[in-house]
Structures are given as structure tokens and as C-alpha cells.
């Protein structure tokens, strides 16, 4: 699939002058720009404009929106959960103002305002916004990738999700195979990491490998992303790493 920007406009039912700014502040940029200035979008930029979308309809600012999607552990399917329980509380909250406007309907009279309470909604968005930001917020490693990631087009985020993929695959594999955390095998396969790490987004200390090697199964999420590779690859790899920075 290749889009136009008229087209893509018209299929996401945004307007085109949106789709330029977006472009503009570096949220979503066309996946390749002719010499002649026309735009065009592909399935994985619209799967990313999908994700933008989403967020406005949960009211995040585009700022807040972009740095997410620039955090270097993005998981769509962790994102996607998040979105999924926001929309449901709205989808509860609008059941809620439904039933009222049916008992008014009826000629209740019923002085209920509780229907109309959006506390629950702001206080989840909250929190996923707090995560976020406190996870790779106003960080030394944050502002690095920041800078570095904002030129990459969709064809760099795709290399990059492919080879941090591989290495995911090579981490199951060797744990599969009985090797390890310790071993040499497992050891240059952190080595690997940490330089995909440092050659794409910031550099990955010792101090912050060791930091990303306890969250990998301190954070259940990361758990469950990383373990979709095999099972228990994330605790292999959290042991590999901790073997690593204690050298």
C-alpha cells in the first residue's frame, strides 16, 4: 500500500493540512517524499497514525503523544492494552449517562450527577501518562534518543524492530538450548544488545543495562513481550545481563 496524502486523508477521514503538520513537528512522517514534494504513507505509517489517533481520542496532547511513540521499548500491543481499558471506561461512563437519559425519558425523577463524573477516566489517563514520562521522562538517556531517533523515517523503525527481534529470537534459542546465563554464548549476545541500543538510541551504560535487565522481568509487560519470543527468554535474559554487569 502506497498512499497519497489526499488519499490517506481521505481514508482516515483527517484533514490533509493535520497530516502536514503532523509531519511538521515530527509526530508522523511520510514514509518517502519525492523530489517534487508529494507524500506518501504506507501500512506502517498508517498503523502508527492509527496509534496517534487513538491517543487523541483519549484526549493526550500531541507532545505527550510523541514522546511515547518515540520511547525506545515502544510496544504497540502494550499500548494497544492501555487504550483498550481507557476506551472501556469511557464506554462504561457513556452505558451510565445512557441509563440516565432513559430514566429522564421515563419521567423519573431522578437528581443523579455521578453519571457525568469523568474522574475515574482522567485519573487512568493519568497514570498512563505519568508511566511513561517517569520511565524515559526528562532523562540524560530520554533527551539523547529523543535527538537521535527524530530523523528516522519508517523503513529505519522497521530495520530496527527487526533486528532488536532477532536478538529477542537469539536470546529464547540459546536458553532453549540449555546454554547459560553465565556462558559466553549469552554474554556476547548482551554485548549485542547493549550496542544496538547505544548505536540507535543512547548510550547504554552499565548502570542502565542493569536497570533494563531487572524491569525485563519487573514489569510484567516487558515479561510478557519479551517471553512471546519462548518461554522464560526474559528471565534468561535478565540473568544474562545482571552475569554481564557484574564483570
Known sequence: MRLTVSETAKLTNISVRTLHYYDEIGLLKPTDTTEAGYRYYDEEALAVLQQILLYRELDFPLKEIKDMLSKPDYDRQEALAAHKSLLLLKIERLRRLTGLVDSMMRGENTMSFQEFDMHEIEEAKKKYAKEAKERWGDTE???????????????????????????????????QAGETPEGSRAAGLVERWRSH??????????EILEGLGKMYVGDGRFKENIDQFGEHTAEFMSRAIESYCKR
Open 141 to 175: 538517556a530520554y533527551c539523547e534518543s529523543e535527538k537521535k531517533t527524530s530523523g528516522y523515517g519508517e523503513e529505519k523503525w522497521k530495520a530496527l524492530n527487526e533486528e532488536m527481534s532477532d536478538i529477542f529470537r537469539e536470546f529464547a534459542e540459546c536458553a
Open 197 to 206: 541500543i547505544t548505536e540507535n538510541y543512547y548510550e547504554c551504560t552499565l
